[in-house]
């Protein structure tokens, strides 16, 4: 039918795209997935196990920096439309290793824009033509970026990271994502691709890499080992429940306009301080240090989870404060989280004591 919809979604097998993936799928019955994924550490099919048998997706192992393979995809499944996550996502990793960051997201991302550039307006296929005389839209390109591309913020709670803020990455992931981002930028500007780009701020929930704060907590809660914080923990993030995230790329997807930038976030500052004392307190009541038999010390004296607590050298360049104002995503598009943080952080809570127990 004319509404079939054949998508190349890239990096889905790590934590928001295995999110997004089944929740697409379910709520789009005319839509094929493509979906393409190097599986580097950070990836894993286990995360995509419920979409294994739907006819409507197709996983493909592969480098989204190898060309020739990205355009055969174009090809053969005649892609026209495309939802970008793939990215080498964490800070601590770009500290040590910034080369495959830029590899990754800056190289990557331009060799799929480009390639959709190629085929969807100047190739055999003429679907840039063709969108014109039907009066329709060109496919769109849609780039997941991060609320780090704008920097850090002072402590005045008024002030936010608004889609006019300007870039000022301090990190190589960030600064990575920003050039990601801005290649995005050129490329609706030069070629008139029809493009959408949402800078999301910090996710949490189910399949989470245990690299990242919330597994880490949770899981050396559980075990009985030191729980790790930064420097003086009082660095503030703005959480959004990963769920939220995904029905915020679903709207800019299909409603957002071209050439635009979306902001997405939560409202939900927290001081990674707040975040671990509120873990600990749910860990408390669901599942006591007296009934836990992976604990090292239970027959110590501890009560609480908090007394795990351990306070560690700071990142290097760490920001101080993240915090998103998703105005123009509310109110132009009519999005909103459904999860508050207390409803958010149960659900993940509730999957990590599954994955780790
Ligand atoms: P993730 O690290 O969990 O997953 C990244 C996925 O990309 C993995 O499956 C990995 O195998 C794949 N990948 C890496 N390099 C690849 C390559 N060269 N070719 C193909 N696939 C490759 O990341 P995530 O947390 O799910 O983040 C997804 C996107 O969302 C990223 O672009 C990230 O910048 C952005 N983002 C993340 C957050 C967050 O809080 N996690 C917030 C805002 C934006």
């Not at 174009?74 to 495959?100: C, L, M, Q, R």
């Not at 800056?106 to 824009?113: D, E, H, K, N, R």
């Amino acid at each position: 039918t004319t509404k079939t919809k054949n998508i190349l979604l890239t990096g889905t097998a790590g934590f928001i795209g295995s999110n997004f993936v089944p929740y697409f799928l379910n709520k789009y019955p005319e839509y094929n997935l493509i979906n393409l994924d190097l599986l580097t550490y950070a990836g894993t099919l286990d995360n995509l196990k419920e979409c294994e048998n739907n006819p409507r997706y197709k996983f493909i192992k592969g480098d989204i920096c190898n060309r020739e393979l990205v355009e055969f995809i174009f090809t053969e499944y005649d892609i026209n439309g495309v939802i970008h996550f793939a990215a080498e996502s964490h800070v601590d990793n770009s500290i040590k290793n910034p080369g495959v960051f830029v590899q990754t997201n800056v190289t990557g991302t331009f060799t799929l824009i480009d390639v959709a550039y190629k085929y969807w307006m100047t190739g055999p296929n003429q679907y840039h033509s063709k969108f014109k005389t039907q009066n329709s839209t060109l496919p769109r390109f849609h780039h997941i970026s991060t609320d780090e591309v704008y920097g850090t913020l002072s402590l005045d709670p008024t002030d936010l990271f608004t889609e006019t803020t300007p870039y000022a990455p301090n990190s190589p992931y960030s600064a990575s994502k920003a050039s990601s981002d801005m290649i995005i930028r050129a490329y609706n500007e030069t070629y008139g691709m029809n493009t959408v780009i949402t800078n999301c701020s910090n996710n949490y929930g189910p399949k989470q890499h245990d690299e990242k704060l919330i597994p880490t907590i949770i899981r050396n809660a559980l075990k009985g080992n030191p729980i790790p914080i930064y420097g003086d923990g009082k660095n503030i993030r703005d959480w959004l429940y990963v769920l939220d995230h995904c029905k915020g790329i679903d709207v800019v997807y299909h409603t957002g306009k071209t050439g635009e930038t979306y902001n997405i976030g939560g409202r939900n500052e927290r001081t990674n301080l707040q975040i671990v004392n509120t873990i600990c307190e749910i860990l408390d009541k669901k599942y006591p240090i007296k009934n836990n038999s992976k604990f090292k010390t239970q027959n110590s004296t501890l009560s609480s989870y908090k007394s795990l607590i351990t306070f560690v050298e700071d990142r290097a360049g760490h920001d101080r404060r993240y915090a998103i104002d998703a105005t123009k995503l509310e109110n132009e598009l009519g999005w909103k989280a459904d999860e508050n943080f207390d409803s958010g952080i149960l659900l993940t809570i509730e999957w990590y004591l599954e994955k780790y127990n």
